[in-house]
Every structure is written in C-alpha cells, then in structure tokens.
C-alpha cells in the first residue's frame, strides 16, 4: 500500500467534492479525484478503500458541517434549516448521492451500517436543535426523539420527490412549509 504524501484526508475529500461537483455521480472515479488532488491513485487508497467510501465521507461531512452552523447559530434557527435545506435541493447532486448510497446499502451491510450512524447522528443533531427551540413538545405525548426522526424523514422525503419530480413547486411548498412548523415552533414554547 501506498505511504501517504503529506497530503491530508480532509484536503482529499475537498478534492472529492470538487471532482463530484464537475464529474457528477456517474463520472465520479478515485482516478478522478486522485486526479483533482494532484496526487496518485496510491494516495487515495490509501485513506479511502473504495469509491463507496468516499462518498459516504462526503454525505458525512456535509451533513456535520451544515449542524455544526445551525447549532452554533442562536437567530432564526428555523429559518436557517430551511435555507440549508432548500439549498440541498436546489442542488439535487447532494440528494442524488445520498439515494444512491441508500440503494447500495440494501445489498450492502457495510455502507447500510454507514448510511444508518448518519441518519441516527441527524436524528441527534435535530433533536439538539428542536431542544433549544422548544420548552416543550408541541403534543402531549410524543417525544422530542420521535420528533426529530420525524422532521428528518419528512425533509429526506421532500428531497425526493423534489429529485424525482422536476416540476416539484420547492418554493411555494417551503413557503407553506415553513408555516407549518413556525406554528410548531410557537405551541412548544
């Protein structure tokens, strides 16, 4: 196996996400990242052992990034979610990667593990989220946890009707949306 060049895991998934963007999904190959580092395939296998595995770490590190700043955001922390949300799916790459792991992991235990500690770790994230929005559940009875895993399957719902339906009406729908959970927001208090 190659030794590595001094060139950081995190510089390589920058490269990734580069390459991603430009190559899409289908174009998407560890020469090719290896390619927009700058570095040798060797490299690239030696901190990530498939493609696979790379793009897990992609999903990964945007998802911790984007609840990193909601987290740290104190103002309008509904409003920013549903910015970073909607960016998401204006950009359908992002989504498009996800589903396409989600269809892997069926067959594949190793990424279904993945693809399941990154859906337990947003469940946690928005659980920390809805904790500081709300005093209270907005309904008697269902818990904050049950909430999170809620919100989250409906917002990974959302991405996929908005990735398989290119006429899908995002900003209206995020208008009403919004609504909806504005007025949650105001019987957790």
């Known amino acids: 196996m190659a030794k590595p060049t001094g060139v950081a895991k995190v510089d390589l998934l920058v490269a990734a996400k580069q390459c991603l963007v430009t190559k899409g999904i ?21 901190h990530f052992k498939t493609k696979e595995q790379i793009l897990l770490e992609i999903i990964q590190s945007i998802c911790e990034n984007t609840w ?17 949300a909607k960016d998401r799916y204006e950009n359908k790459e992002f989504y498009r990667l996800f589903f396409t792991l989600i269809v892997l992991g069926f067959n594949t ?19 920390q989220v809805l904790s500081k929005l709300w005093d209270k559940s907005p309904i008697n009875g269902v818990s904050m946890a049950t909430w999170s895993i809620f919100i989250n399957a409906l917002i990974d719902g959302i991405a996929m009707q908005v990735v398989m339906n290119d006429d899908f009406p995002v900003d209206s ?12 927001y105001q019987l957790g208090k």
């Open 26 to 46: 289908e174009k998407f190959t560890l020469k090719a990242v290896a390619e927009q580092a700058g570095v040798t395939q060797g490299t690239i296998y030696y």
């Open 173 to 184: 729908f995020y208008e009403e949306l919004e609504k909806i959970l504005n007025t949650l």
């Open 109 to 127: 235990p190793p990424i279904k593990e993945q693809i399941g500690q990154i859906l337990a770790n947003e469940n946690e994230r928005l659980f």
């Open 68 to 84: 990193d700043e909601l987290l740290a955001s104190d103002q309008q922390i509904i409003q920013s979610a549903f910015l970073s």
